[in-house]
């Protein structure tokens, strides 16, 4: 199975600041990563896909980055409402695999 | 509007089943295959397999092989998980997912499933 990683696990912020998740990948998967964004009992969030697309109705203080086995998250200004765990997806390959998460929070 | 709502919550014993339902409505059932995903306290989330709800075709991830079922019912637009033989890291929050061009775009609500004695 396709393994991927983040980093870092927890990232401490403040409004204002500009953040950046890194999602690796043991494979090449070209572009065919997502980003989610998932709160506290809810389900995730498709924010990104195709590395760098964003997602209809997502604002574009997110942006993606990346192909091949590296891969970048950033959120230009944060936000109250963006304080919430991220996890990267390949979907190049059967089974789907998710990334371990970076949770994001307050400085 | 288009949504996917999942059955309540289960509680368990080790051996059993359980069968959680996703129904569908706002959008043509048969038009997008459906995913299962489960999310253990505090892990990443883990897919399980999916459904084609055009012809009840499926697939699953080798770790549920054999214990894994995936169907779906058009009249109803709705699909159904059924895990057997269930043990406590099956403790999880279980979602289905609807997908568009590969990705999981739609998502229910999530049904927590707890095993335990």
């Known amino acids: 199975d396709m393994q991927m990683t983040q980093s870092p696990s927890t990232l401490s912020a403040s409004v204002g600041d500009r953040v950046t998740i890194t999602c690796r990948a043991s494979q090449s998967i070209s572009s065919w990563l997502a980003w989610f964004q998932q709160k506290p009992g809810k389900a995730p969030k498709l924010l990104i896909y195709k590395a760098s697309t964003l997602e209809s109705g997502v604002p574009s203080r997110f942006s993606g980055s990346g192909s091949g086995t590296e891969f970048t998250l950033s959120i230009s200004s944060l936000q109250p409402d963006d304080f919430a765990t991220y996890f990267c997806q390949q979907y190049k390959d059967s089974p789907l695999t998710f990334g371990p998460g970076t949770k994001v929070d307050i400085k | 509007q288009v949504q996917l709502v999942q059955s309540g919550a289960e509680v368990k014993k080790p051996g059993a089943s359980v069968k959680v339902s996703c129904k569908a409505s706002g959008y043509t059932f048969t038009s997008y295959a459906i995913h299962w995903v489960r999310q253990a306290p505090g892990q990443r989330p883990e897919w399980m397999g999916w459904?084609?709800?055009?012809?009840?075709?499926?697939k699953f991830s080798q770790k549920f092989q054999g214990r894994l079922t995936i169907t779906s019912d058009t009249s109803a637009s709705t699909a159904y998980m059924e895990l057997r033989s269930l043990r406590s890291e099956d403790t999880a929050v279980y979602y289905c997912a609807r997908e568009t061009s590969l990705l999981l775009r739609l998502w229910g609500q999530g049904t927590l499933v707890t095993v335990s004695s």
């Open positions: 459904i084609s709800t055009a012809n009840g075709n499926t």
